[in-house]
């Protein structure tokens, strides 16, 4: 059971992860699975179907870039409406994980 709450969790914050991440740079669609799977563990699978969600949901747009290594690689960037999702989820996550907080420090 413990191993279940964990991964639904993870799949609670994971959009909130990724807008965090393309707030600070565009990237691709590897390095946001690579930097997920070291910050919370989150496998490679989820990314891809995430990305095209949220695309379609319009609040990430692609451009592509040239790669010495191969083919071009598909670029995510934050549209002005994962801009505005990113800044709302990030305050109802502080404000969550406060109460949260607030519960688990009055248990014993």
Known sequence: MPETVQVQLKKGVLELCVLALLSSHDS??????????????MGEGTIYPLMRRMQSDGLVET?????????????YKLT????????A???EWAAFSRAVDNILGDAQ
């Not at 691709?28 to 563990?41: M, Q």
């Not at 451009?63 to 670029?75: F, I, M, N």
């Not at 002005?80 to 800044?87: L, N, Q, W």
């Open 80 to 87: 002005e409406a994962g801009k505005a999702s990113f800044t």
């Open 89 to 91: 989820q990030k305050a």
């Open 28 to 41: 691709y669609a590897y390095e946001i699975a690579s930097r997920l799977a070291e910050g919370i563990d």
């Open 63 to 75: 451009y592509l870039v040239e790669s010495s290594a191969g083919p071009p690689r598909k670029y």
